[in-house]
């Protein structure tokens, strides 16, 4: 979900198939308006994500840190003069990152989706490697 990075977020419909004949049965066809066919859960998921995002400023016009970039999962920072949100999106289980609190300035942080409240040890918070998942927090 990078509908909590800098830019513009659109939301895709494609369907993607590695099976090479069904390709254009299943791409480049429109959104399936009739609603009966929709995931629920995945739309609900959505429109979490985005009542996210029109909520905190900083996911909108925040500046963007990386923290962390790994082959099947991000973690990046969104910041403003008045909030600090610690965002980390993967598309498949990795392990666990644990990450300095000094790095981030905090020694604690808020759930806000998909996510437990971490607490320093050690001076390190440990993010989960859950996935494929999507997870925010509000830094103290």
């Known amino acids: 979900p990078f509908s909590h990075a800098p830019a513009t977020p659109a939301i895709y419909t494609q369907v993607n198939s590695s099976a090479a004949s069904d390709v254009y ?13 929709w995931d629920g859960r995945f739309l609900d998921w959505y429109r979490r994500i985005v009542a996210l995002r029109t909520a905190e400023p900083a996911l909108r016009t925040g500046g963007f840190r990386w923290v962390d970039v790994a082959p099947d999962a991000v973690v990046f920072l969104r910041e403003t003069a008045d909030s600090r949100l610690l965002v980390r999106a993967a598309r ?11 790095d981030l300035g905090t020694s604690e942080a808020e759930p806000l989706v998909n996510a437990d409240r971490l607490v320093a040890e050690d001076g390190r ?12 927090w509000r830094l103290a």
């Not at 049965?25 to 066919?37: G, L, N, Y």
């Not at 498949?92 to 000094?102: D, Q, Y």
């Not at 993010?127 to 997870?135: C, E, I, T």
């Open 25 to 37: 049965k299943r791409q480049r066809r429109t959104m399936p308006w009739d609603s009966s066919s």
């Open 92 to 102: 498949a289980a990795i392990e666990p990152l644990v990450v300095s609190a000094a």
């Open 125 to 136: 918070l440990t993010l989960p490697g859950d996935g494929p998942a999507f997870s925010a």
